[in-house]
């Protein structure tokens, strides 16, 4: 088994005269924790969107575990084991997180939507719902509607239902954006806690996040790669500092004082 778990090859994203993805070439470690960084229109999203199948690309391919994926559509590659953070949407506004878990749960087993009918008969199911709402300290809000559940707490179960398919590979995209300090801390805890076998490529614009995360990191502009390193060695490159300068962005506030240690 190939220590790459995830890797594209001279990726290429054209929108007319705009080139959004520049001959990208990543790889992802087997249980890395890698993060994908870049001042504002960096290229960041567009790479994920190739990684995942909504976009198309205009050259270049990409493989999972050893895989050629490039002309899979998106729950395709979702089967496969590659799975990216899901934004809250209105249906499931009404469900509560036990129920979104069950269903989640559900369909990755094959059992269809089953469940509505008999919710908890199926113990496995139940039993990783269950699983799912302790790991991701959701079992005080299981039984309400998502719709009342504070910012954080949908976050986490953002985070909870990309865990339910699965995944080798999970896509965390911006896991704190927006949420307030209060609730941030118990974010950043469970996301460290990730399950060590699930490869996470993370984007993020909090450093925070990011140097106390990532054991990997690659710098994007312009959409192409500008570095790619340990966090020590990202913290101290002088082109990436210059690359944030102007940005406002906290990384300035940490380079290039020293990172936080990883092993
Ligand atoms: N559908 C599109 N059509 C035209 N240009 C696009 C499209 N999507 C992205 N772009 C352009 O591609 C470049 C990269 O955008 P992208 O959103 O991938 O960057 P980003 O790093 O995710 O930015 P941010 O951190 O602000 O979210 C930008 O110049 C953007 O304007």
């Known amino acids: 088994m190939s220590d790459i778990v995830l890797s594209c090859q001279g990726l290429v994203k054209k929108f007319g005269g705009i080139t959004a993805t520049n001959n990208v070439t990543l790889n992802l470690a087997r249980g890395a924790r890698h993060a994908l960084i870049g001042p504002n229109g960096a290229g960041k999203t567009t790479l994920i969107n190739l990684l995942t199948g909504v976009l198309e690309p205009t050259a270049g391919s990409i493989t999972l575990e050893g895989q050629d994926i490039s002309r899979l559509a998106p729950h395709q590659r979702v089967r496969r084991g590659m799975v990216r953070t899901f934004q809250i949407n209105q249906l499931f506004a009404s469900m509560t997180p ?3 878990l069950a269903l989640v749960v559900s369909q990755q087993r094959g059992l269809g939507a ?6 908890g008969s199926n113990a496995a199911v139940a039993d990783r719902a ?3 709402l302790e790991q991701f300290h959701l079992g005080e809000v299981a039984t309400q509607k998502t719709e009342h559940l504070a910012y954080g707490k949908r976050r ?7 865990l339910a398919c699965e995944p080798r590979v999970l896509l965390l995209d911006e896991p704190v954006a927006g949420v307030p ?3 941030r801390e118990e974010l950043l805890q469970t996301v460290a806690a990730l399950p060590a076998d699930v ?3 993370l984007i993020e614009h909090d450093m925070d996040l990011v140097f106390s995360f990532a054991n990997r ?3 994007l502009v312009n959409g192409a790669v500008l570095t790619e390193g340990s966090p020590g060695e990202i913290a101290a490159n002088p082109e990436v500092k210059a690359v944030y300068l102007g940005h406002g962005d906290e990384i300035n506030e940490r380079l290039p004082t020293e990172p936080q240690p990883h092993v």
């Open 98 to 100: 036990l129920e979104t």
């Open 114 to 119: 089953r469940w509505w009918k008999s919710l």
């Open 130 to 132: 269950q699983q799912l």
């Open 156 to 162: 986490l179960l953002e985070i909870a239902i990309a």
């Open 181 to 183: 300090a209060g609730e």
């Open 199 to 201: 490869s996470v490529l």
């Open 217 to 219: 990191m690659t710098v």
